[in-house]
Nanobody, 126 residues
Framework: QVQPVESGGGLVQAGGSLRLSCAAS????????VAWFRQAPGKEREFVAA????????YLADSVKGRFTTSRDNAKTTVYLQMNSLKPEDTAVYYC???????????????????WGQGTQVTVSS
């Protein structure tokens, strides 16, 4: 079991960059798929990015392709979401989620993740 903990959110101007971190307390996260979701005010939570077990492959929502990347550090205990060219519509609470049992076909489905962080606010001003 792991407990994701997000950090790195904040206020940034449009066009700027932020890097979110998801640290996994407990057992190593190397065998877990880790995903990022976000929820803007009045909207449903949506998939942003995911990293398959051991960082073998990454997946991105169409809305962030070319701007966001996700990666895992060498110790495999922290996953990052690098966000560049931020837009006001990226404003949301960003959540990190992890699963050791997820199927690749479900990697974009929030219902497939058992472990969730508390979220970190990202605000992009125009």
């Amino acid at each position: 079991q792991v407990q994701p903990v997000e950090s790195g959110g904040g206020l940034v101007q449009a066009g700027g960059s932020l890097r979110l971190s998801c640290a996994a307390s407990g057992r190593t996260s190397s065998n877990y798929a880790v995903a990022w979701f976000r929820q803007a005010p009045g909207k449903e939570r949506e998939f942003v990015a995911a990293l398959w077990r051991n960082g073998a492959n990454s997946y991105l929502a169409d809305s962030v392709k070319g701007r966001f990347t996700t990666s895992r550090d060498n110790a495999k205990t922290t996953v990052y979401l690098q966000m560049n060219s931020l837009k006001p519509e990226d404003t949301a609470v960003y959540y990190c989620a992890a699963s050791s049992t997820i199927k690749l076909s479900s990697i974009r489905s929030q219902g497939s993740y058992a472990y969730w962080g508390q979220g970190t606010q990202v605000t992009v001003s125009s």
